[in-house]
């Protein structure tokens, strides 16, 4: 299955808060992208988190990195994308 990201704009969401479990104080930053999934009619809206200092990803089109999945808690697999511009992996399969 293919996955194409579509960001739009450089805004970044950031929000702020304390967690009721812990006590800690968390900021969360996201961007808002559209990813196309499979040959499915039209893009659907999504949020990519972004690391702390971290830039927002530039308007473009974007695939996931590998490093993108990993293995959770009791050997899940997880997905937190990470994007590479769609151009600069078109030229690495090439």
Not at 37 to 64: N, W
Request: include cysteine.
């Amino acid at each position: 299955m293919k996955l194409i990201f579509e960001i739009h704009s450089t805004f970044v969401n950031e929000r702020t808060g304390k967690s009721a479990r812990t006590g800690n104080d968390y900021k969360l930053r996201e961007q808002e992208a559209w990813v196309q999934i499979g040959d499915a009619p039209y893009p659907q809206k999504t949020k990519v988190m972004l690391d702390e200092g971290q830039a927002a990803y530039a308007p473009g089109k974007y695939m996931l990195h590998e490093r993108s999945f990993s293995i959770g808690k009791y050997d899940s697999l997880q997905c937190q994308p990470f994007l590479v511009p769609l151009a600069a992996q078109v030229q690495k399969t090439a």
